[in-house]
C-alpha cells in the first residue's frame, strides 16, 4: 500500500477565516459529517477491536465503501482489513472459542468482525484483483481455522478460487470440484509467490472439509488419494512437487505438517482404506517439501500406519493391497528424488520402516515392491564384453533407457563408462571410418544425456558420464579421426569438461576448487594444441570456444564471489580475464565498437574485469584492485569510445550518458577516483585522461571523464590531500576547454568558484575567477559549444548565486545586495520567457496582477527593483550582447540544488523578500518545465513559498499554495522526507489559523509514515554522504516535528508542552550543527615545527600554524555542506528566539535574556545583521521593562544608520517602534507619535512589496491577503491607539478588529480593548460631578449590605455602571487569551485593573463575588511564579527520562492523577518526609496534579474560585499589591471562616500628607528609601575589619552609624504602616474569637455610633447595614491607635454610603466627635471580648506580596513584628500543599486539618563556612554541629560542596542548614533546585539569601522562590546583607526556641504542639544588637514546620 499522501475529497472551508482557501484534504480521511455515523478513524478503531464492532459498524463500512471515491475506498478498505485481521489475532491470542466464548468478545461481535471482513475483501478483489487479495484472504481463513470458525472459513474460500484462477487466466477452472485447482499451459504456474497461495488454499480447504459430514466428502478424498499420477491432477500434492514449488520449500512446509496434523486428528471418521490413504497422503505432501530434519519423524508417522493397516488387514479389499504398496513407494520416490536412495538406505527410521513393511503377506504383492522391500541395495547387472562392434549399439540402448527406463540407466551407466574407457586406452581401430561412426554413436548418447539429466533423476550420474566422456574423447583426438569431425569433437570435449567443471565445484568443499579450474584450463590447453588449432581456426569455432572458456569462468568465478570465497574466485576470473584480453586485442576499433553494441560477451568484458577487482576490494588489495578497475576502463572505453565521442557532441547537456551502453561507465570512474584519491593518495594521477588507449578519445568526451571525477571528489576538497588533487584535475580539464569551449570553461571556472567557497578562497581570487567567468559567458562566438548556448544563463545565476556566498563569507553585505539583485532579475526573465506563451506573470501591485490575467503576456515583465529598494548603481553591471533568443534547455539537478541552498542562505540571513521573489521565479519555472525527475524540487518549492508565506502572516495565500503543493506531492516521484515535510508544515499552518483537529490528525499521519520510512530505510546500505543527507533529514523532520507539535500544543494552551517542544527543536539544531561542523570541518595544516632551541624567547619555540586559520567569525567558514548548514543555522534562530519569547512573555527576564544573546550569538556567526536586528530588539525589550531606558536608548542609536538602508522591512519598523517606546517612557509623546507612524507606514509598504512575490497565477492574484507581518503590526497599532487614548483611538482600534482574527494579533486586539475601555470607564468615574470628590476614597467590596438605597442612584451613575458592565466584558475577554498568547505584563496590568473595576462596581452597589475577585487577584500577583512552576512541573516529571530528542513528542497525554494513599497516621503531618517516605512515584503524581489542575483552569469569566473554606481557622492570608498606576494599594484579606475582604487604598489620602515623617510616600521612594539604607548598611559592614583593630573612638563611631541606620529603618517602616495602611491595618490582625452574642452586641454599637454620627449631618437612619465582616475586621484595632487610623474607617464607612446611592453631606458631619465615639467604642469592645478560643492553635498570617513590596521588611512593621509571619508565592502553593496534606490524611482518624509539615530533626544536612573565611562562624557552630552527629545529623565543614551533594541533601533530608554567603548559588544553580521532586527545609543565614531582586517591569526572581518551586515548604533566609557576628547570635537564638540540640532531638514530643520556625524567627528578632537592620533581615518562607 503505498504511503505517500492521498486524494480525497475536499472537505468544509475552516469557519476560522472567511478568506482562508482549504485546499482538498488528499492527505486524510473524507469530513465524518459527510457519513453521517462515524469517521473513519473511529470505524477502524473499532474495527480494530473486536470487542467494540457491532452492527452498526458494519453498516457504516458498506456506507463508507459506497459513497467513497475509489483510491480512498481502496485505501480504506486495505486498512480495514488490517485492522480486522489483527482484531482476530487478538481473540486467538485470548483463547476464545466459539465453543465457549470468553469476555469480552462476545459471539455477535466475532460475527461482526468477520461480516466486515468479507465485505472489505470483496471490495477489494473487485478494485485491485491479484496475489496480494488472495494472500491476505488466507491470512484471515488461517485464523477462521485457528479459532475452529470452519463454516465461516469455508464460507470464504470459493471467491479465493474464483480469484486464483483469474489470476491463472483459466476461468474454466472456477467450475473444477473440490480440493483441485488444475495447472495451465502458461508459465504462472511456476510461480512460487502463486504456488503458495494455491497451496495455501488447498491446505485450507483440506482443513474446512475434513471437519465437514463424513459421507459428503469421502468421495472427493477418494478421488485425491487414488490419483494416477501425483504430478499431475491440480491436487496439493501434484502442486507441491512442480519446479516451481522446490524454491520455497520452507514455506510450505508449515502448510503440509498443519494438513498432516488435522488428518491424524479426523481420519478416523472415515472408512479404514480411505483414512490409511489419506494419512500416506499427507505424508506424501511432507516429504515432497521436508528436508533432513523432517525425514527424522516422517519415517516413524509412515511405520505407524503400516502397523495400523496390518491390523485390519484382513478387513480390506484383496486390490487394496497394491494401491497401499503404490501409495508407499510413490512416498519412497519423493524422498529419492529430493535427497538420493542411499541417504535412504543409510537412515534408520526408513530401515525400520521397511521391517514393518515386510511383514505384510507376500500374496498379490507387486513383484518390484518385494524387490525393493528385500533388498533395498542396487540390483547388479553383469554387462555383456564391450568389444569394438557393439559400441554403438550400446550407446544406442543406453539413449533408449533415458526416457524409457531411467532407473536402468542408472544400472549401466557405471560399468559402460568403465568399458569404455578401457577400450578408450586401446581402441586398435585403423579405420577412419570406423573413428566417425564411433564418434557419432557416442556423440547422439552424449547429447541426450546433456538434455535430459538436468531434469530427471540422473544428475548424480553426471560427473561419471562428462569425465568418461571427456577422456574417451581427448583420446579420439589423438586418434585417427577425420579432420571434418575434429572441431565438433573439441566442441565436445570442451563442452563436457566445462559441464563438469561445473558439477565439480563445490562451495563447502575447498578441494574442489582446483579441479574445476584443472578442466576449464586444460579446455584452454586443447583450444591451443597445433593439431587442433588449425580446424577450428577454419571452422570459426575458435573464438566461440574461448568465449565459452571464458563464459564458464566468469560463472564459476563469480559464484564463489557471491559465495563469499573471494580469494578463490580470484583464479578462476583471472584467466577468464586474460582469455577476454586475447579476444580483444585480435578486434579492430571499429569492430569492438559495433560487437560491445550488439555481442553480450563484449558488453560482460569490463564486468568482468571489475568483479575481479571486486575480489581484490574484498582481499584488502587496494593497488591490485585500482589497476584492474583502470583496465576496465580502458577495455569499455574501448569498446565504447566511438559512441561516446557521438554522444558528447552531440548531446546538449554536460553529464556521463547513463543509458546503454553506458551505464557501466560512471561506476568504474566512481571506483577508480574513490581508491586512488582516498585510499590510495595517488593525487593526480588518477586521472582517467592518463590512461593508455588504443583510440583517441575527443576533447569533449575526456573533458567530461576528468567532470565526472571532479564531481566525485568536489564534497571532499576540505581535505587537503582531496583538494590537491581536484585543483589537478581542474588544471587538465581547464588545458582540454581552454581552446574552442568556452561555456564549458565557464563551467570548470565556476566550479573553482564553487569549490572555493568551501575551501575558504580568498575573496580577490574569487571575483577574478568570475570576471573571467562572465566574460567567457557573454562572449558572441561560441565556437565548439553553440549547442550550449542556451545554458548560459543558468550558468550565470549559478555565478551571481555563488558569489554572493563568497561575499558573505567576507561579511561584504553590498556585494552580496548586488549580486543578489543580478541573480533574481535574470532568473525572473527566464521564468518569464518561460511562462510567455500564456500563463501568468507576476507584476508590481495586486491591481496590476489582476489586469495581467485579463490577457496574454507577451513580453518579459520583471519586477523593478531597482526604484523601490536600490540605487541605479547598486546593481551590477553585466555587459550583454544581443544574441537569438535560444529556447530555454532542461535546468540541471545541480542548478535546482543551488537554488535550494540560496533559499536557505536568504532565509538565514533575513532577506525574506529576495527569498520569496527566488521562490516565485523557481516556482514559475518548474511549472512549466518540471519533470518526473524535478517533480521532487518543485514540490520542495512550492511547500518553501507556502510555509515562508505562512511565516509572515499571508495565510490565505499559503492555504492555496499548500493545495497546489498537494497536487505535486502526490507524484510517484516525490520522496518520503518531503511528504513528510509536507505534513508537518501543512500541519503547523492549520494550527495557526485554529484549524487543530485537522492540523493533529496530519501530524499523526506524518509521525506514521517516518516511523515505516524509518524502518524500510534501516535495511539499505547507504554511501558516507548519503547516511550525512539522511541524518540532516531525520535532524531536520524532527526539528519541524517539535515546531508542528509546540504550535498545536499552544491552539490546546498547553504552555509547558511549547516550551518542551522548543526546547527540543533548539537541542535538534543545535546537534545538527556541531554533527555538520565536525564532519565538515577543513583541515587545519600541519604546524610548521621550529628548531626549539634557535630561539629568543619561548614564544618563538611554539608551532606557528597558518595566520588565514585564525578566523573570528567561524561559522562562515565552519560546517558547509549542500545548504544545510543555512537550514539548521536558521532553524536554531528560530528555535532560540522562540524560547527567548517565550521566556520573556512569561516575564523571565534572565532566561530571555540568555536566549537572546544566544540568537545574537547565531546571527552574529552567519553574518545576519537582519536576524542579529531580531535578537537584539528583544533585548531591547527586556532593557525596558527592566527600566533601562538610556541603554535601550543607546542600542538603538547605535544602529540608525544601518537601519535607514532597510526601509521598508520589519527591522526598520520594529526599530521605529522600540524608538517610539524609548521615547514614550522619556515622556517626549510627539516624537514617539512620529515613530509609530514611521514604523506603521514602513510595514505597509513592505506588505506592497511581498505582494507581488508570493503571488503564481490566478488562483492567488485575486486572492483578498493579509496583512504582512500582522503581530509586529498589531504591535506598532497598540502602541498608536494607546498614544491616542485621551483623543481619537477608535480608528487604530477598528485596524487591530482587521487584524485580529487568531494569533498574537487578536491578543494585542483584545488587549487594547480591554485598557482603554478601563480607561475610558475609569475616566468617566472622576469626570462625573457626583464621583470626582472620591479619587481619594477607600473603596472595598461589600462593605455595606446594600438594600433599597441602591434605587435612589442617578441615571448617570447608572450609565457608568452599564459601561463597566461591558469593561469587564472587555477585561474578561482578554484575560481568555493573554495567559497564552500575551505577556506576563499585559495579564498582570488587565487583571489589576480588573480587579479595582470590580472592587468599583461593588462599592456602586453592583453584586460582585468576592472571592473571585481574590482569586484573580491572587493569579495577578504570581502570575509570573505560577508560570515558572507550570514549566519546573515539565522538567520534574516529563523529562526525567531524557529521551532520545529525534523521537517526536506524543499527541497522547500523560494522564495525571494523586494517590489518596495513606501511609502514616497522627494529627501532625509531615508533608516532606511523606512524600519521600513513599518515592518518586507519589511525588510524580502530587506534581502531575498540580499541573493537571493549572492547564484546566479558566481564565474567563467562569474562574472558579480558590476554596477559601479549606484555609485552617487560625490562618490569616494578607494579599498585597501595588496598582498599576502606583497611586494605591491592593489588599485582601482571607479566611477559611469569614468572608473575603478586599481594599483599594490610595496612597495619598487627606489625612496623610501633613503626619508622615517623609516628604512623600510614594512606592518609587519608598523602595529608594530602603534601597539607600540598605546599601549604606552594606558599605558601612564592609568597614567592620577595618574598625576591629581601630581605637574606641573610631569603633563607637561605627556603631553610632549602624545605630541611625537602624533607627532610620525603624521609621521607616512606622511611616510605612501609618501613611499606606492607616486604619486598614487591622487586616493584619489576628482572629477576634468571641461568642456570636458578645459579637451581635458590638456589631450594634458600631451602627449605633454611626447613626448617631449621621444624624448631626441631617441623616438620623440608614437602610444599609454595615458588613459584618467588616465590622469584625476593624473591631480588632487597638483604642490608643492614632485618630486619622479612625479617621480612615469613618470616611471608608461613609464613602461606602454614598457611593452606594446615599446623599451624605460631609460638612456637616463632625468627624472629631465621630473618632472620640469610635475610640471609646473599641475600650468598650476591648472589655467585652472574651478571652481568645483559639482552639488550642497559634495565630499564623501568611503574606502575598507583588513585586513593588517584597524587598519591604514587612514582618518587622510595628502591627506585625513579634508575629508569626511568613511569605508565601501564592494562595495556590497554600493549597496546594493543603491537598497534598489531605490526600497523605485520607483514611486517617481525627477532625484535625492540616496546617503544618513537622520534620524529623535527626534527618539534618548543614553546610559551615563552604568558603573558609566565616571562621567566627564556623568556631561557634562547629562543635555544635559536630555534637549533633550524635542524633544522625551530616554535613560539610571548610570546603565547597559539589552540586550533588547538595542535590542528595535536599533530596533526602528533611531540614539543610546552610552558614556561608549568599543562599549557596555558587555551589548549586537555581535552576536545578527548580527540577527537584522533594526538597528539605532549609535555613539559609547568608547574606541576602532572601532577596528577591529588582527586575522593573518583570517579577522579582530570587533564591526563595527556586526552593519553593522545587519542594520546598519552608524557608529561613535574609533580605539583604548583614554582618556575621549578629546573624549568628539570630540563628543561634532560633536553634535554641527550636530545641535543637541532643536531647532535644532525642525527645519524643508528645503534645500536639510544637515550636514553630514562624516564632522562633520572630522572637529571635529582639536579640539583635540592631534590631531592624540585623533582625529584620530574617524572614520565613512557606508554610511553618514545628519541632
Request: aromatic letters at 8%; charged letters at 25%.
Amino acid at each position: 500500500m503505498s504511503s505517500r499522501p492521498r486524494q480525497v475529497r475536499p472537505g468544509a472551508r475552516s469557519t476560522t477565516r472567511k478568506d482562508a482557501v482549504t485546499p482538498k484534504q488528499h492527505i486524510s480521511e473524507a469530513s465524518s459529517s459527510n457519513r453521517g455515523l462515524m469517521s473513519q478513524t473511529q470505524l477502524l478503531q473499532s474495527l480494530g477491536d473486536t470487542a467494540s464492532t457491532s452492527a452498526d459498524t458494519v453498516e457504516v463500512l458498506k456506507r463508507f465503501i459506497r459513497d467513497l471515491d475509489i483510491p480512498e475506498r481502496r485505501i480504506l478498505v486495505m486498512k480495514a482489513i488490517n485492522a480486522v485481521t489483527i482484531a482476530l489475532g487478538h481473540v486467538q491470542k485470548s483463547g476464545w472459542m466459539s465453543s465457549a466464548p470468553i469476555p469480552p468478545y462476545s459471539q455477535s461481535a466475532v460475527e461482526n468482525t468477520i461480516l466486515s471482513a468479507e465485505i472489505s475483501l470483496t471490495a477489494l478483489r473487485v478494485m485491485k484483483p491479484g496475489v496480494n487479495i488472495e494472500k491476505a484472504t488466507l491470512n484471515f481463513v488461517g485464523k477462521l481455522l485457528a479459532l475452529k470458525l470452519y463454516e465461516a472459513a469455508w464460507h470464504l474460500l470459493p471467491s479465493t478460487k474464483i480469484g486464483i484462477c483469474s489470476i491463472l487466466h483459466d476461468p474454466q477452472s472456477v467450475g473444477s470440484k473440490e480440493l483441485v485447482i488444475p495447472h495451465p499451459q502458461s508459465e504462472l504456474s511456476q510461480d512460487p509467490d502463486l504456488i503458495l497461495v494455491i497451496v495455501t488454499y488447498l491446505s485450507y480447504e483440506a482443513h474446512a472439509l475434513l471437519h465437514k459430514e463424513p459421507r459428503l466428502v469421502t468421495s472427493l478424498f477418494w478421488d485425491m488419494v487414488s490419483a494416477v499420477n501425483f504430478t499431475t491432477g491440480g491436487y496439493i500434492l501434484s502442486w507441491l512437487t512442480s519446479p516451481g514449488a522446490q524454491g520455497i520449500a520452507d514455506k510450505l512446509l508449515p502448510l503440509c505438517t498443519s494438513l498432516l496434523k488435522a488428518v491424524e486428528l479426523k481420519y478416523t471418521v472415515f472408512g479404514e482404506e480411505l483414512s490409511v490413504l489419506l494419512r500416506i497422503y499427507a505424508i506424501q505432501c511432507v516429504l515432497s517439501v521436508g528436508s533432513g530434519e523432517e525425514y527424522k519423524w516422517i519415517w516413524k508417522q509412515a511405520r505407524n500406519v503400516v502397523k495400523e493397516y496390518i491390523k485390519y488387514k484382513s478387513a480390506a479389499s484383496s486390490s487394496f493391497g497394491k494401491i497401499f504398496d503404490k501409495s508407499l513407494m510413490s512416498c519412497v520416490e519423493i524422498a529419492g528424488s529430493r535427497y538420493g536412495t542411499n541417504d535412504l538406505d543409510a537412515d534408520p527410521s526408513f530401515q525400520d520402516l521397511l521391517s514393518e513393511w515386510r511383514r505384510l503377506p507376500v500374496k498379490d504383492r507387486d513383484k518390484a515392491v518385494l524387490g525393493f522391500i528385500g533388498a533395498p541395495t542396487t540390483r547388479s547387472t553383469v554387462n555383456p564384453q564391450f568389444s569394438t562392434s557393439n559400441i554403438t549399439i550400446r550407446a544406442s540402448k543406453l539413449s533408449l533407457c533415458l526416457t524409457g527406463n531411467p532407473q536402468e540407466f542408472g544400472t549401466l551407466i557405471g560399468t559402460w563408462c568403465e568399458d569404455i574407457q578401457k577400450w578408450a586406452s586401446n581402441p586398435g581401430i585403423e579405420n577412419e571410418n570406423d573413428w566417425t561412426n564411433i564418434y557419432n554413436g557416442l556423440e547422439k548418447l552424449r547429447r541426450k544425456f546433456r538434455r535430459t539429466y538436468e531434469s530427471s533423476d540422473l544428475e548424480k550420474y553426471a560427473i561419471i558420464v562428462f569425465a568418461s566422456f571427456s577422456d574417451v574423447y581427448s583420446r579420439l583426438i589423438k586418434g585417427r579421426v577425420s579432420s571434418r569431425i575434429i572441431p565438433d569433437l573439441v566442441s565436445a570435449t570442451i563442452e563436457c569438461r566445462i559441464v563438469l567443471s561445473k558439477h565439480l565445484l563445490k562451495h563447502v568443499d575447498a578441494h574442489t576448487y582446483g579441479k574445476s579450474l584443472d578442466q576449464l584450463t586444460t579446455s584452454l590447453h586443447l583450444l591451443e594444441d597445433s593439431h587442433t588449432n588449425k580446424e577450428l581456426v577454419a571452422t570459426g569455432k575458435f573464438r566461440t570456444l574461448r568465449q565459452c572458456i571464458s563464459g564458464a569462468l566468469w560463472n564459476l568465478g563469480s559464484s564463489l564471489y557471491q559465495a563469499g570465497h573471494w580469494d578463490h574466485a580470484i583464479p578462476f576470473i583471472s584467466e577468464g580475464v586474460m582469455v577476454d584480453r586475447d579476444l580483444l586485442q585480435t578486434e579492430s576499433i571499429d569492430d569492438k565498437g559495433e560487437k560491445y553494441l550488439t555481442d553480450q560477451f563484449y558488453q560482460q568484458m569490463p564486468r568482468r574485469m571489475m568483479l575481479l577487482a571486486s575480489c581484490y576490494v574484498k582481499l584488502g588489495e587496494r593497488l591490485d584492485a585500482y589497476k584492474l578497475y583502470r583496465d576496465a576502463l580502458a577495455c569499455l572505453l574501448t569498446l565504447i569510445g566511438r559512441p561516446l565521442d557521438t554522444h558528447c557532441r552531440t548531446s546538449s547537456g554536460f553529464s556521463l550518458p547513463t543509458e546503454s551502453p553506458f551505464q557501466h561507465l560512471i561506476g568504474l570512474i566512481e571506483r577508480i577516483t574513490v581508491i586512488g584519491a582516498y585510499e590510495l593518495r595517488l593525487s593526480a594521477d588518477i586521472s582517467v585522461d592518463t590512461l593508455s588507449l588504443p583510440i583517441d578519445l575527443s576533447p569533449i568526451s575526456r573533458g567530461t571523464l576528468i567532470e565526472a571525477q571532479i564531481s566525485i571528489l568536489r564534497h571532499d576538497t576540505r581535505k587537503n590531500y582531496i583538494g590537491s588533487i581536484v585543483q589537478e584535475l581542474l588544471k587538465s580539464v581547464e588545458a582540454i576547454y581552454q581552446k574552442g569551449y568556452p561555456i564549458r570553461f565557464a563551467r570548470i571556472i565556476l566550479t573553482r568558484i564553487e569549490l572555493g567557497y568551501y575551501t575558504n578562497y580568498p575573496w580577490h581570487e574569487a571575483l577574478n575567477l568570475a570576471e573571467r567567468c562572465l566574460t567567457l559567458l557573454t562572449g558572441e562566438d561560441l565556437i565548439s559549444d553553440t549547442i550550449l548556448a542556451g545554458y548560459r544563463d543558468q550558468i550565470q545565476i549559478k555565478l551571481f548565486c555563488w558569489m554572493q556566498l563568497h561575499a558573505h563569507t567576507g561579511q561584504k553585505l553590498d556585494v552580496i545586495k548586488k549580486y543578489a539583485l543580478s541573480a533574481l532579475n535574470l532568473l525572473q526573465e527566464l521564468a518569464s520567457r518561460a511562462t510567455s506563451s500564456g500563463s501568468y506573470t507576476p507584476t508590481t501591485s495586486k491591481a496590476t496582477a489582476k489586469n495581467s490575467m485579463q490577457k496574454t503576456q507577451s513580453k518579459s515583465s520583471r519586477i523593478n527593483r531597482q526604484s523601490k529598494r536600490t540605487k541605479p548603481d547598486q546593481t551590477i553591471s553585466v555587459e550583454k550582447t544581443t544574441l537569438e533568443r535560444i529556447p530555454l534547455p532542461e535546468f540541471t539537478d545541480d542548478f535546482w540544488h543551488l537554488m535550494e541552498h540560496m533559499w536557505l542562505f536568504y532565509g538565514a540571513i533575513g532577506q525574506i523578500e529576495w527569498k520569496l521573489w527566488l521562490l516565485n521565479s523557481c516556482c514559475r519555472l518548474l511549472s512549466v518545465q518540471y519533470t518526473k525527475i524535478q517533480e521532487e524540487v518543485y514540490a520542495k518549492t512550492l511547500l518553501e513559498l507556502a510555509h515562508q508565506c505562512n511565516r509572515i502572516g499571508k495565510f490565505g495565500v499559503a492555504s492555496v499554495h499548500y493545495s497546489q503543493c498537494l497536487a505535486v506531492i502526490n507524484g510517484d516521484a516525490v520522496s518520503n522526507s518531503t511528504r513528510i515535510m509536507f505534513l508537518l508544515r501543512f500541519a503547523r499552518h492549520l494550527a495557526t489559523i485554529r484549524n487543530v483537529d485537522k492540523s493533529k490528525e496530519l501530524y499523526s499521519e506524518a509521525q506514521e509514515l517516518y516511523s515505516k520510512n524509518h524502518e524500510e530505510r534501516e535495511d539499505l546500505s547507504q554511501k558516507p554522504e548519503e547516511k550525512l543527507r539522511t541524518k540532516c533529514m531525520d535532524w531536520r523532520v524532527a526539528s519541524e516535528a517539535c515546531l508542528a507539535y509546540a504550535y498545536i500544543q499552544m491552539q490546546y494552551r498547553n504552555l509547558p508542552s511549547v516550551r518542551r517542544a522548543y526546547m527540543q527543536s533548539l537541542r535538534l539544531q543545535k546537534a545538527a550543527l556541531e554533527f555538520l561542523r565536525r564532519f565538515t570541518k577543513v583541515e587545519e595544516l600541519r604546524p610548521v615545527e621550529r628548531n626549539p632551541f634557535d630561539m629568543e624567547d619561548l614564544g618563538s619555540a611554539l608551532p606557528v600554524l597558518d595566520p588565514q586559520l585564525d578566523n573570528a567569525h567561524a561559522f562562515s567558514s565552519g560546517p558547509k555542506f549542500e545548504g544545510w548548514h543555512w537550514y539548521f543555522a536558521n532553524g536554531l534562530l528560530e528555535a532560540t528566539m522562540s524560547v527567548a519569547t517565550y521566556h520573556f512573555l512569561k516575564g523571565n527576564h534572565q532566561d530571555a535574556s540568555f536566549f537572546a544573546q544566544e540568537a545574537r550569538k547565531c546571527s552574529e556567526g552567519i553574518n545576519s545583521f537582519q536576524s542579529d536586528a531580531r535578537a537584539i530588539f528583544l533585548e531591547i525589550q527586556i532593557a525596558l521593562h527592566l527600566g533601562k531606558v538610556d541603554a535601550a536608548f543607546e542600542s538603538l542609536s547605535n544602529m540608525e544608520n544601518t537601519i535607514a538602508d532597510l526601509k521598508p522591512s520589519v527591522a526598520h519598523s520594529q526599530w521605529n517602534w522600540l524608538l517610539s517606546a524609548c521615547y514614550q517612557r522619556r515622556g517626549e509623546h510627539s516624537r514617539a507619535e512620529m515613530h509609530l507612524k514611521e514604523a506603521e507606514v514602513s510595514l505597509q509598504l513592505l506588505d506592497q512589496l511581498l505582494d507581488p512575490t508570493i503571488i503564481l497565477d490566478s488562483s492567488t492574484s485575486t486572492l483578498e491577503t493579509d496583512i504582512a507581518y500582522a503581530d509586529i503590526l498589531a504591535s506598532v497599532v497598540a502602541a498608536h491607539a494607546w498614544g491616542l487614548r485621551n483623543s481619537n483611538h477608535e480608528v487604530p482600534l477598528v485596524t487591530l478588529e482587521k487584524m485580529g482574527t487568531h494569533g498574537t494579533p487578536e491578543t494585542i486586539w483584545r488587549y487594547s480593548l480591554a485598557t482603554l475601555s478601563l480607561h475610558k470607564s475609569t475616566g468617566s468615574i472622576w469626570t462625573d460631578s457626583s464621583l470626582g470628590s472620591f479619587s481619594d476614597s477607600v473603596l472595598g467590596i461589600r462593605a455595606i449590605d446594600v438594600t433599597k438605597s441602591s434605587k435612589a442612584m442617578i441615571s448617570s451613575r447608572i450609565q457608568l455602571m452599564h459601561q463597566f458592565e461591558d469593561t469587564l466584558g472587555h477585561c474578561w475577554s482578554a484575560l481568555e487569551v493573554l495567559p497564552y498568547q500575551g505577556s506576563s505584563f499585559q495579564y498582570r496590568e488587565v487583571a489589576l485593573k480588573l480587579v479595582q473595576a470590580m472592587i468599583k462596581l461593588s462599592a456602586f452597589g453592583k453584586s460582585v463575588r468576592a472571592d473571585t475577585v481574590a482569586t484573580l487577584f491572587d493569579l495577578a500577583v504570581s502570575w509570573t511564579i505560577h508560570r515558572e512552576l507550570l514549566d519546573s512541573i515539565g522538567e520534574k516529571v516529563h523529562i526525567s527520562q531524557q529521551p532520545d530528542d529525534l523521537n517526536w513528542p506524543s499527541m497522547v497525554q500523560r494522564p495525571i492523577a494523586i494517590s489518596s494513599k495513606s501511609s502514616q497516621k497522627g494529627s501532625q503531618l509531615s508533608l516532606m518526609t511523606s512524600i519521600r517516605e513513599t518515592g518518586d512515584r507519589f511525588a510524580d503524581d502530587h506534581w502531575s496534579d498540580i499541573e493537571s489542575r493549572i492547564l484546566s483552569r479558566r481564565y474567563d469569566e467562569d474562574l472558579q474560585p480558590l476554596p477559601f473554606g479549606d484555609l485552617p481557622l487560625h490562618w490569616t492570608v494578607v494579599t498585597m499589591s501595588v496598582s498599576d498606576t502606583k497611586d494605591s494599594i491592593l489588599i485582601s484579606r482571607c479566611r477559611g471562616d469569614q468572608p473575603v475582604l478586599m481594599f483599594d487604598i490610595p496612597l495619598k489620602r487627606n489625612a496623610r500628607s501633613d503626619q508622615s515623617q517623609s516628604p512623600s510616600m510614594s512606592v518609587d521612594w519608598v523602595t529608594q528609601e530602603l534601597k539607600e539604607i540598605i546599601e549604606l548598611s552594606c558599605q558601612n559592614g564592609k568597614r567592620a575589619t577595618e574598625v576591629i583593630n581601630a581605637n574606641r573612638e573610631a569603633r563607637a563611631q561605627w556603631w553610632s552609624e549602624r545605630s541611625l541606620l537602624d533607627k532610620r529603618l525603624s521609621g521607616l517602616l512606622e511611616d510605612i504602616e501609618f501613611c499606606w495602611l492607616g486604619g486598614f491595618k487591622a487586616a493584619f490582625l489576628d482572629h477576634m474569637w468571641v461568642a456570636e452574642e458578645t459579637f451581635t452586641t458590638i456589631e450594634g454599637v458600631f451602627h449605633q455610633a454611626f447613626r448617631h454620627l449621621l444624624s448631626s449631618g441631617g441623616r438620623s437612619s440608614l437602610l444599609d447595614r454595615i458588613n459584618p465582616a467588616v465590622i469584625r475586621c476593624f473591631a480588632q484595632l487597638s483604642p490608643d491607635c492614632r485618630n486619622e487610623e479612625l479617621e480612615d474607617i469613618i470616611y471608608f464607612v461613609l464613602d461606602a454610603y454614598q457611593l452606594a446611592g446615599n446623599s451624605i453631606s460631609l460638612s456637616d458631619i463632625d468627624i472629631d466627635e465621630g473618632i472620640i465615639d469610635l475610640r471609646r467604642i473599641l475600650r468598650e469592645i476591648r472589655h467585652i471580648q472574651t478571652k481568645k478560643a483559639n482552639l488550642g492553635k497559634k495565630q499564623h498570617l501568611f503574606l502575598i506580596l507583588d513585586r513593588n513590596l517584597q524587598a519591604i521588611p514587612w514582618e518587622s512593621t510595628p502591627i506585625l513584628r513579634g508575629r508569626a509571619v511568613s511569605r508565601v508565592p501564592s494562595l495556590a502553593f497554600l493549597f496546594d500543599s493543603l491537598r497534598l496534606a489531605k490526600a497523605r490524611r485520607a483514611g486517617d482518624d481525627g477532625p484535625l486539618p492540616v496546617d503544618r509539615f513537622s520534620i524529623n530533626p535527626s534527618h539534618t544536612f548543614y553546610v559551615l563556612n563552604p568558603g573558609g573565611d566565616l571562621r567566627r562562624t564556623e568556631e561557634k557552630f562547629k562543635p555544635w554541629v559536630q555534637q549533633m552527629s550524635k542524633v544522625g545529623w551530616s554535613g560539610i565543614i571548610g570546603r565547597k560542596p559539589t552540586e550533588f551533594e547538595l542535590v542528595n541533601a535536599l533530596d533526602r533530608s528533611d531540614l539543610f542548614i546552610y552558614f556561608g554567603h549568599g543562599g549557596a548559588e555558587q555551589y548549586i544553580r537555581g535552576s536545578r533546585i527548580r527540577t527537584l521532586k522533594n526538597c528539605a527545609a532549609a535555613m539559609l543565614w547568608g547574606c541576602s539569601s532572601g532577596l528577591m531582586a529588582d527586575a522593573g517591569d518583570f517579577e522579582r526572581s530570587g533564591t526563595p522562590y527556586n526552593y519553593l518551586i522545587g519542594g520546598c515548604q519552608s524557608l529561613v533566609a535574609n533580605l539583604w546583607d548583614v554582618t556575621d557576628k549578629d546573624i549568628d547570635k539570630f540563628a543561634e537564638a532560633v536553634f535554641k526556641e527550636l530545641r535543637m540540640d541532643v536531647e532535644g532531638v532525642k525527645t519524643e514530643l508528645e503534645s500536639s504542639e510544637g515550636v514553630s520556625v514562624v516564632d522562633a524567627v520572630a522572637r529571635a528578632r529582639s536579640v539583635c544588637k540592631l534590631p531592624y537592620l540585623t533582625g529584620a533581615a530574617p524572614i520565613v518562607y512557606g508554610i511553618p514546620f514545628y519541632l
